[in-house]
Structures are given as C-alpha cells and as structure tokens.
C-alpha cells in the first residue's frame, strides 16, 4: 500500500506543504473545551464522513501485528481521567513496518477521511494527549522490543525501543554499573511518553532534561518514513521531535546516554518557613560544583502531623529538637537533597553532605535523614502507586497543573499563590525546584521561559471520589494560571494544555514559525497526536 502515496507526496512536495499548511493551520477549533465533557463519546467534533468504510479498509493491510476495533475504552482513558475520547481502532503493532504502513494508508485515505494516528506509551498523559477522537491509538507497548544494546565503552549508551518503560532501562544499566542520568520522578512511563515532553527532575539542574540526555532517535514520521536522526544527521527531526509534543513522528528507537551508577543514596530533608531562604539555599546549591546529585522541594500548607509520617523512612538528625518543631500554622518549605555514594566511600560523603549543609539556612532541628538503594529512590513513586492502588485511589481524576516560572518572579509567585489561592494541599502535593537552564538544549522544541534559572511547579492534585473536588481543583488551577497571567509572570506550562491555537501560539512565542514549519515538512496533514490539540487534521484535496 505504501509505494503510491510515497510517489504522490513527491510529486507534489512543494504545492502539497503550502497549501496543506495553510489549511492544516486554518482549521484549528477555536475555544472549544472537549474535556469537559467526561463521558466516553465526545460529540463536538463532526464524525467521518465516510466512517464506516474505514474499518474495513484498515482490515486490508498486511501486518506483523493487528488492529482491534471493539473494547477500545481504555485507550479513550489516561492517567489523568478527565478527557475520554473513544478511538475508532487501536493498532497492536509488532513492528516498526505496521506503524509505518498504517500511517501512509491512512495519507492514502486522506481524501475521504480525517482519521488521525496517536501513539499510546503507558497513557499516563493528563488531558487526552495520547487519545485520538475517532481515530486510530497505536498502542506502543505490543510493539517487538528487541533486548537493549548497551554500550559500554568511553561513550556509555543504551539503545531502546520507543515503547520501553524507565524502570526496565534503570535495572538493566545497572547491570553493567551505569544508568541514564537524567529521571522523571516516576518510572513507569514509556521512553516515547517522556522524550515527547521533556522528562524533568531533580537531576534536571545538572544534566538537563531527559531530551537533553539522547544521542539518536528512529521515527516514523507523519508521511509514514522511518528515519534515523541526530545532532549531526537530519538534526531539524532530531530536535523537533524532542519535546515535540509526538506532532513530527512517532519515536520507535532511542539511543540515550549513560553515567556511571552508584549503589546507595543519602536522602535528606530540611524545612524552611521563609520562602526566600528556602529558593535562595536551592539557587545556591544548584549553582554550587561539588553539589547534591540530585535537587526538589515541596511545599507544605495546612499539613499537619507531616513529620509523623516521615519517621517510617526518615530519621531526625536529632530527635528532640525535632519532635519540640512546632510550624505554627506556617506555610513551610522543603528542601530535599540526595547524593549518591558508594558504601566503601561514606567517610569522604558525609564530609561533603556536611560542607554542603553547613552553608544552608534551614531550621536546624529540621534535618531529616534517610538512606535507601538507588533502585529505591529512583522507583520511590511506584511505591505510593502501590499503596494508592490498593485503595482505590489511583485511578482518580488528576487534574494537574506544571508551569516553569523564571527565577525573577518565582517571589512573586510564590506570595501571591501559596496561602492565597491555594489554602491547603491535601489533595496532593506541590513540588517547586529550580533548574540551571544553561545547561539545556535550546534546539529542542520544549518551550521555557527566558531565563537561565526556572523553576519547575507541579500541582500534583488528586481529585477525590464522592467530592467536588474536580471542579474546586480546576478552578483553582485556572486562578494560579490567571494570577500568572495578570501579573505578566512570563510563565510557561509544562506537559501543557491549551484550548485555542493562539493559546498554544503564545506558548511557543518565538518558537511557534519553526513548530508550525516542522509540522509542514513530517506531518503536513498533522496526523500525529491529535488529542494535544494543536493541530486539526486537513482532508486531502487530490
Ligand atoms: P503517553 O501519555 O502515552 O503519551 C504522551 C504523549 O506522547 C502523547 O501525545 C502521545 O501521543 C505521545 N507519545 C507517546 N509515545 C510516543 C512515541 N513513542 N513517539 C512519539 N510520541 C509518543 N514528567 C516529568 O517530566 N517529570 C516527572 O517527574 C514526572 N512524573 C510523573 C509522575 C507520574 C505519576 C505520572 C503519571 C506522570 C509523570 N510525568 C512526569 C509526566 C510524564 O512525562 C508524562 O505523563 C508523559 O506523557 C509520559 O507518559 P507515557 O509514557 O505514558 O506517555
């Protein structure tokens, strides 16, 4: 099926970009919110015309794989459980041909039909990203996944599929005494998933994000091509994909770089009531040469009986200081810091954890120890995953807000959202960590404010069953998102999530021409990942 639309799309390139950029361009629904509807058919978007015919023309394609087109509720399901569009198929691929295939017949079919591709990693998006309204979900995970090649040489690397899970790439690193050095706070999420957004955490400061820490990527792009890009061959794919919100191909191999790994980390917490000491102490360590590996925060508003909890993994340095702390109702601040080390080398870490505490400005009795595997701190989130699991209390509605701040308003923000908009958080936490963006990548297509410190600030909220928790959160989520409007902030969102195409145009400000010519050139019917809502598929006019 592939050879007559490869031959099409050639003879017709240049006509074909322009006019289909501007029509691709011209068709994004305005203002329409299609997540608020939370049932399982979303009926705001016009039906195919011909929609009928397309499972059976799906059916005439060869594959190693196959498609599925009844059950197909959890693929209009994800992590965040408020957006549930219902595809028309899923694609089980086995191969990277069946992607490939699958997309350019469904470029051959774009006369008749707006059907549109999204690739589905563990669909731990937050709001439809990985769905596709009446469309074909490629579910990556049945995708053949060859074992890893681990180099091991002076240029450590592992090669993986697109659909591998971090946990499994971590365990077998680790094997040869190295491992990825840039994390996501949880593990279970596909390299595809993450490499599509950023993947930041507390190692970000020093390594960058995830997508800084690649070195070649294999895509399927929007005309169905396999290609292999980097830095120094079809670098334009290469640096578009990463962070490109899965618009220019499908990742179905990535090749990231490796550090070697240690065996144990020391986990420390301290608490600060002030919120400036507490940024100003990150900012200093993040800056710092010989600093912690890895560097978060969270916030803490109305939690009382928090340091109880800790005492099951942490241990007070001194526990009656710590047991007399008392936050008086305080809005209080944590800092949490962790080193790796090798157990024959503790002597020369706690000398350095000591040096590097001493120039710190915590609440002496506030210091809160713990050490654990690197395993276990690495995988510490899929324990709560566990536990939240066994209560029912995962697979909740989470209405999550990131956003990146620059360093020079992050006072500002701080003043004006903690204890102001956001009176508690119990119902998740809030994480607020600054990162050194020098030392990004700024050829990716991740959008970051324009500073060389951001800080990253998660609302990682959990709406509850039987309350009307949902709607408080996301009206409180828009709060913080107007007050960082009105008080030109300079903002960004992080995994984000927007309505109308000039919302998305001022996210990417200066960067938007290059996305929109990205898209022209790998996926000029924009195909790809249409539930980030950026783009709306154009019907071919041959
Ligand atoms: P999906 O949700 O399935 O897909 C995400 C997007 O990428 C979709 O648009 C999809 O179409 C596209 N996509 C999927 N696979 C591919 C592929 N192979 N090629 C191209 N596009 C693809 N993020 C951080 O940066 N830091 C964190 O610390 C962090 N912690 C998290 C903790 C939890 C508990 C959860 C649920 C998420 C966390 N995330 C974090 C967010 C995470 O990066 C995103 O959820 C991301 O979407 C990865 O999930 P996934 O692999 O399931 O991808």
């Known amino acids: ?10 003879q017709n390139n240049i006509i074909f970009l322009r006019f289909f950029a501007i029509l691709v361009l011209s068709c994004i629904p305005d203002g329409t919110n299609l997540c608020s509807n939370p049932s399982f058919d979303t009926p705001t978007i016009p039906p195919h015309s011909s929609s009928s015919s397309i499972p059976s023309s799906l059916k ?12 197909l509720k959890h693929a209009a399901k994800d992590f965040g459980n408020i957006c549930h569009y219902l595809p028309i198929a899923v694609l089980h691929p086995k191969s990277v041909s069946d992607i490939s295939s699958t997309i350019k017949h469904i470029l051959y079919m774009s006369s008749v039909t707006k059907l549109t591709v999204a690739a589905r990693g563990r669909g731990h998006s937050l709001q439809g990203q990985a769905q596709a309204y009446q469309g074909v979900v490629i579910n990556m995970e049945s995708l053949d996944r060859p074992s890893m090649y681990i180099e091991n040489g002076e240029v450590p690397y592992v090669d993986v599929s697109g659909s591998e899970l971090w946990i499994n790439i971590l365990h077998e690193t680790l094997k040869y005494g190295l491992s990825p050095k840039s994390w996501t706070d949880y593990l279970h999420l596909t390299v595809g998933g993450t490499l599509s957004n950023a993947g930041i955490s507390g190692q970000a400061f020093r390594h960058g994000p995830q997508i800084d820490n690649v070195y070649q990527l294999e895509v399927v792009t929007g005309r169905g091509e396999v290609v292999t890009c980097s830095d120094k061959e079809n670098a334009d794919l290469f640096y578009g994909v990463l962070g490109g919100l899965g618009q220019f191909g499908i990742i179905t191999r990535a090749r990231i770089s490796l550090g070697p790994a240690e065996k144990m980390v020391k986990w420390i917490r301290v608490l600060y009531s002030e919120f400036s000491t507490f940024s100003n102490d990150q900012e200093h360590l993040i800056s710092s040469n010989n600093s912690f590996d890895y560097i978060e925060g969270f916030v803490m508003i109305n939690r009382t009986g928090l340091l109880n909890n800790w005492r099951s993994s942490f241990n007070p340095k001194d526990p009656i200081q710590a047991s007399q702390f008392s936050s008086d109702g305080k809005i209080l601040y944590c800092l949490e810091m962790v080193k790796y080390f090798n157990p024959e080398k503790i002597d020369v870490l706690n000398q350095d954890i000591e040096k590097l505490l001493s120039e710190l400005n915590y609440i002496p009795s506030t210091l809160f120890l713990s050490e654990v595997s690197y395993v276990e701190f690495l995988d510490r989130v899929h324990l709560s995953e566990i536990k939240l699991r066994s209560k029912g209390l995962w697979e909740v509605p989470h209405p999550w807000l990131n956003l990146l701040i620059p360093k020079s308003r992050i006072l500002d923000f701080a003043e004006g959202v903690f204890g102001n908009i956001v009176k508690d958080n119990n119902n998740g936490p809030i994480l607020i960590y600054p990162v050194n963006k020098a030392k990004w990548n700024n050829r990716t297509s991740m959008v ?21 928790g949902l709607e408080h959160i996301m009206t409180q989520n828009q709060h913080i998102l107007d007050f960082c409007a009105k008080a030109q902030l300079g903002a960004k969102q992080y995994l984000p999530h927007y309505h109308t195409q000039d919302e998305w145009q001022a996210h990417f400000g200066t960067q938007w021409e290059t996305f929109v010519q990205r898209k022209s050139a790998y996926d000029p ?12 598929k154009a019907i071919s006019i041959t």
Do not use: H, W
Not at 450 to 457: F, G, H, N, S
Not at 525 to 536: C, D, E, N
């Open 1 to 10: 099926m592939g050879s007559p639309v490869c031959g099409f799309l050639k």
């Open 60 to 71: 005439t394609l060869t594959l190693d794989g196959y498609f599925s087109f009844e059950n």
């Open 448 to 468: 970051t404010p324009e500073e060389d410190i951001i800080y990253l600030v998660a609302f990682l909220s959990s709406a509850l069953p039987g309350t009307d």
């Open 525 to 536: 019917l924009a195909i790809l990942a249409p539930g980030q809502r950026i783009f709306q």
